[in-house]
């Protein structure tokens, strides 16, 4: 009856009515997890603003931007490096994207690819990161430029990692068995973070690179 | 040709390729109802302006420190 009425809907509606005609409990259950991990979003959405409040503060009240350390005005970030490295990240967001869409079809072989190549995506980003922090030229502890920096950036950076295991854990969970056409919560949540991950980024990148 | 220069022409390309694509999944779940739906549809949305900010500054009219 409702596989006859999803014939009719489009997207998520239609894969809703499947998946509550396999199994009405598992649409049940997959409401609640999927809310409380749009809580989670929403508390890891907090934690960044609060770090991005306290850097904005601390920029406005400031004399001068960049600081001044020992005489001499700190430099401003490397804009190029950021704006083509952010790509990198965005472009895993995409990928991500098409890995959920292929498995919502059924298309395994596709999924792997997308998923793998957003993984690879993810590492290359934290690779960027990595390279950015040794250029920089500036420290942790030395001015509130560079405190804010790293720890946002920091915070931001451990949440890629987090998703690349993550994400990695997901493919492994897929091609074992625990996810179904009707049935892929976690790759649902894997993705929504994400795309989470990347839209942090879009905030960070405007705040230290373009701002 | 600076490393600069080669790092903003991959941003203006990636920026471009990665914001349509962006944007047309946005336009194909548009009318996709539901809270993991409309929750994509506000990220990939802002991974969008993402991309024109990143577009922007490839080409030198965002970032411009004096």
Request: with cysteine; charged share 10%; net charge neutral.
């Amino acid at each position: 009856m409702a596989a006859a009425a999803a014939r009719h809907l489009s997207g998520t509606e239609a894969v809703a009515a499947r998946y509550r005609d396999v199994d009405p409990v598992y649409g049940e259950t997959r409401d609640i997890r999927l809310l409380g991990f749009v809580f989670f979003l929403l508390s890891d959405c907090i934690l960044f603003s609060s770090f991005i409040f306290a850097y904005v503060y601390l920029r406005i009240s400031a004399p001068a931007w960049p600081p001044f350390l020992n005489g001499h005005q700190l430099p401003w970030f490397d804009t190029s490096f950021a704006a083509m490295n952010s790509i990198v990240l965005f472009g895993s967001g995409v990928t991500m994207h098409f890995a959920l869409e292929n498995w919502k079809h059924l298309n395994k072989a596709k999924f792997n690819g997308w998923l793998i190549a957003t993984i690879l995506l993810g590492i290359g980003f934290l690779g960027g990161q990595a390279h950015e922090w040794s250029v920089v030229g500036i420290s942790w502890t030395a001015t509130t430029m560079g405190a804010a920096f790293f720890t946002l950036t920091g915070m931001h950076g451990f949440h890629v990692f987090v998703g690349v295991c993550y994400l990695t854990v997901l493919g492994l969970q897929a091609n074992g068995g625990t996810y179904t056409g009707s049935k892929y919560f976690g790759l649902t949540a894997g993705t929504l973070y994400w795309h989470f991950v990347d839209v942090i980024w879009v905030f960070l990148f405007f705040l230290f690179y373009i701002w | 040709m600076d490393a600069a220069f080669i790092e903003r022409g991959i941003a203006l390309v990636g920026a471009i390729a990665v914001g349509v694509t962006a944007t047309v999944q946005l336009k194909n779940d548009w009318t996709a109802r539901g809270l993991d739906a409309d929750l994509t549809k506000v990220l990939l949305g802002l991974m969008a302006l993402g991309c024109v900010i990143a577009l922007l500054a490839a080409v030198n009219l965002l970032g411009v420190r004096s």
